[in-house]
């Protein structure tokens, strides 16, 4: 019995004296592993909504602002596939500042629609049970990002598009595209045809976003010092 009670006692100072980086690198292993069985399922949960709704607040940090999209070349969107084909006959004829000028109207429009993705975000993981939690903490790298896109893309297309279409109109990409199009069509072997460039701009977008997400969801898992709330302090800082 002495043995047992020394023990626990041995393990518990062995926790608390963990950086809170060890700590919350348990948080992601508990299910799998059993560590932190003395931490409720609720307060598991909600730690891990808390870190969420830092990352996701990041990437829409990340991509909602000037530059967001488009000095980042991981996310920056490009001329569609079927314009990309004819882009060097275009800057031949004289059509390169055309062609860079649309492609800054894009990832404009896309910068000024990230921000709708704040309170979708925050709905989702309001809305998360505690199992969706545990699928979260079982799954891969990827689990949460796949969650958010499960749970918003629907929501997220719907918000886009509106502020999407009207920032292209503002900044004249749609007129600049019929432009593009209409140059395009006049070359030799090039065939447009017909194309909805506010679902292209949307859809990378949301793609653009979902990258982010990720990388922020990377953060957390390998580097959780950076992502402790006063929650996870609580949760941890004791245990």
Do not use: C
């Amino acid at each position: 019995m002495r043995a047992t009670r020394l023990a626990v006692i041995a393990a518990a100072l062995v926790l608390v004296a963990a950086p809170a980086s060890a700590q919350l690198d348990r948080l992601f292993q508990w299910p799998k592993s059993g560590a932190g069985a003395g931490l409720t399922d609720a307060k598991i949960a909600d730690g891990l909504k808390q870190a969420l709704q830092v990352g996701t607040q990041n990437a829409v940090g990340v991509t909602g602002k000037l530059d967001g999209y488009f000095t980042n070349a991981a996310i920056k969107i490009l001329l569609p596939e079927r314009l990309r084909a004819a882009e060097q006959a275009l800057r031949v004829v004289g059509q390169g500042e055309r062609v860079d000028a649309f492609v800054l109207g894009m990832n404009r429009a896309a910068e000024r629609a990230a921000p709708k993705a704040t309170s979708i975000f925050g709905d989702a993981i309001v809305a998360m049970s505690f199992e969706d939690a545990r699928r979260i903490l079982q799954g891969s790298g990827a689990a949460a990002t796949d969650y958010f896109k499960d749970k918003t893309t629907g929501k997220l297309t719907e918000a886009f598009r509106p502020v999407v279409s009207s920032a292209m109109n503002d900044v004249g990409v749609a007129r600049q595209y019929k432009d593009l199009v209409h140059s395009a069509s006049s070359l030799p072997f090039v065939n447009i045809g017909a194309f909805d460039i506010d679902d292209y701009v949307v859809g990378k977008a949301l793609t653009g976003l979902f990258h982010v997400v990720g990388e922020e969801e990377q953060k957390i898992r390998t580097n959780p010092a950076a992502r402790v709330t006063p929650l996870l302090k609580d949760v941890f800082s004791a245990r």
